[in-house]
């Protein structure tokens, strides 16, 4: 069974930062998609940034993380890493990771989900 660990999370000042990862087990399939997303007390989850591992294209990020939060794997250790920079309040959520077959912001094309783990921005 697949299964995705989060880690990383924690709570900074705005204008700091913090690098999630997301370690995942071995996959039935390749290649496949893993993302970042998060999910705000009373918001849907959005989709933060997400890319293919093990075939070609570039990743996709959500407006209000571009430029902030490049995102990374290291396909030896099949581990993927979200590297968050000038942190605003409005970051603050849960933030999880998946994996699935289709590259995309939208949650349910992910099958498999992180417990996720949580980030806080004060101001």
């Known amino acids: 069974q697949v299964q995705l660990v989060e880690s990383g999370g924690g709570s900074v000042q705005a204008g700091g930062s913090l690098t999630l990862s997301c370690a995942a087990s071995?996959?039935?399939?390749?290649?496949?998609?893993m993302g970042w997303f998060r999910q705000a007390p009373g918001k849907q989850r959005e989709g933060v940034a997400g890319?293919?591992?093990?075939?070609?294209?570039?990743?996709w990020y959500t407006n209000s993380v571009k430029g902030r939060f490049p995102i990374s794997q290291d396909a030896a250790r099949n581990t993927l890493y979200l590297h968050m920079n000038s942190l605003k309040p409005e970051d603050t959520a849960m933030y999880y990771c998946?994996?699935?077959?289709?590259?995309?912001?939208?949650?349910?094309?992910?099958?498999?989900w992180g417990q996720g783990t949580q980030v806080t921005v004060s101001s």
């Open positions: 998946a994996a699935g077959p289709k590259c995309s912001a939208e949650p349910s094309h992910y099958n498999y």
């Open positions: 071995e996959f039935p399939f390749s290649p496949y998609c």
């Open positions: 890319l293919r591992v093990g075939g070609t294209g570039s990743p």
